[in-house]
């Protein structure tokens, strides 16, 4: 597909992103996926080439580079060259700009630095055993002690939850009042924060996903995110940002596992000639070729208008809610063409399968994505 939405630095950012990829991913990712976890390590490396954070300041050790079309290439090259496992753009872009947005000059300078290296690992913890798309049913506390507040609760599915070293934790922090939430910044070794299971899930088999729990921990003043009423709204202004990223990953996906079917299907032979000499297989291929282009196409347009300050958290939930049907449809169509290697693990296509399956349940489901879309069409 012609795309020309990427200025010549970012293909250039694309080539070197992809080599870097090939050389300190691929050949590891059948050994996390065995694992369940990517290596600490591997933070480091992406810290040590400028890739973690690149939107940061450079008096932290960022890049400065604040333009989305990067963090696409960068979530398009992972899905397609590297493992989606590897959880770097949920510390990157998802939770390190709370720092940015809400941190102080003080936890800033604490931290980015860190977290631009590779040093300092992050993570988010919104969802619990009983409350996942309804943040305002959470039983977290944080009860305020005057120089310091007490946190009790548990958290599930939390990705990136073993190699977490800092943990933007979200809390009821009124008795009265569901809808207000603090943000907590719980660090590694803090007394009372455990850690529980490493999950073990259907796809994505190298992102730690993992329970963690907080009794009494003591998060000192210093260590609150912004104002402890207003996490609710700090964490859905991130939401709209989130939701295009997914989706600009979610296509990454669908793409390559259409490339990858294209291969197949042009060696496999039946009743002695290629399978894509079949009219079926043509115009399933040419259907999901129209779905990707479509897909892509809304795709590019919201980056831009995310570059703009202008992405509406319904245009956002549109791409996420659209290209995560459309990556479905995509993979498992390309597993069916595959025929029985489409099931087996040594074909990339039968993981594809398996890994796009949360991309319509987490970030906010396909029902909340149409609950969001509804409510901009309804006004309530
Ligand atoms: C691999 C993985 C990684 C994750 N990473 C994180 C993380 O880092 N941090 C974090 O906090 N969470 C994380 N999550 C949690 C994820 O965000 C939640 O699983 C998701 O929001 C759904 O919540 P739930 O599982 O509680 O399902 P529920 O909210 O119980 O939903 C169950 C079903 O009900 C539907 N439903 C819910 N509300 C409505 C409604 N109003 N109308 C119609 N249908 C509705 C849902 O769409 C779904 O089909 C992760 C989950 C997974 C699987």
Redesign the pocket.
């Known amino acids: 597909m012609q795309r020309d939405c990427f200025t010549q630095e970012q293909e250039l950012f694309r080539d070197s992103y992809r080599q870097f990829l090939q050389k300190e991913v691929l050949p590891h990712r059948d050994e996390w996926r065995k694992a369940g976890i990517v290596p600490r390590e591997m933070f480091r490396k992406m810290g040590d080439q400028g890739y973690l954070m690149i939107w940061a300041d450079e008096q932290y050790g960022g890049l400065g580079i604040d333009d989305f079309r990067y963090q696409q290439v960068m979530m398009e090259e992972d899905s397609q060259y590297g493992d989606i496992g590897f959880?770097h753009t949920?510390h990157s872009r998802?939770v390190g700009p709370y720092l940015k947005h809400f941190g102080s000059d003080e936890q800033r300078a604490r931290f980015l630095p860190r977290c631009i290296s590779g040093d300092c690992i992050l993570?988010?913890?919104?969802?619990?055993p009983?409350?996942?798309?309804?943040l305002a049913g959470i039983k977290s506390r944080a009860v305020d002690h005057g120089d310091h507040w007490i946190l009790n609760g548990a958290?599930?599915?939390?990705?990136?939850?073993i190699n977490a070293d800092l943990v933007v934790v979200?809390a009821k922090t009124s008795p009265d009042n569901p809808r207000q939430i603090g943000l907590f910044l719980v660090e590694r070794g803090m007394e009372g924060f455990e850690r529980g299971r490493n999950?073990a899930?259907m796809?994505?088999k190298s992102?730690d996903?993992a329970e963690l729990f907080f009794r009494d921990v003591k998060i000192p003043k210093e260590n609150v995110l912004g104002d402890a009423s207003k996490g609710f709204h700090y964490l859905m202004r991130g939401l709209a940002e989130e939701r295009l990223i997914g989706a600009a990953g979610y296509l990454g996906n669908a793409w390559r596992s259409y490339e990858v079917t294209r291969d197949f299907v042009m060696q496999r032979k039946v009743f002695g000639k290629p399978l894509s000499d079949q009219q079926n297989t043509r115009f399933k291929m040419a259907s999901l070729r129209v779905e990707l282009e479509v897909a892509q196409t809304y795709v590019d347009h919201c980056v831009t208008q995310q570059n703009a300050g202008k992405l509406t958290p319904e245009s956002a939930a549109i791409a996420k809610l659209y290209v995560s049907e459309v990556e479905g449809r995509v993979v498992d169509e390309c597993v069916q063409l595959h025929g029985g290697a489409g099931y087996m693990e040594e074909y990339e296509v039968c993981w594809r399968y398996t890994d796009a399956r949360?991309s319509r349940?987490?970030?906010?489901?396909?029902?909340?994505m149409?609950?969001i879309i509804a409510r901009s069409i309804f006004g309530r």
Do not use: C, F, P, W
């Open positions: 959880y949920l998802l993570a988010v913890a919104m969802t619990e009983d409350a996942g798309s309804d958290k599930t599915y939390i990705s990136n939850g979200a999950l899930k796809g994505m992102q996903t949360i349940i987490y970030a906010g489901s396909s029902e909340i149409r609950e």
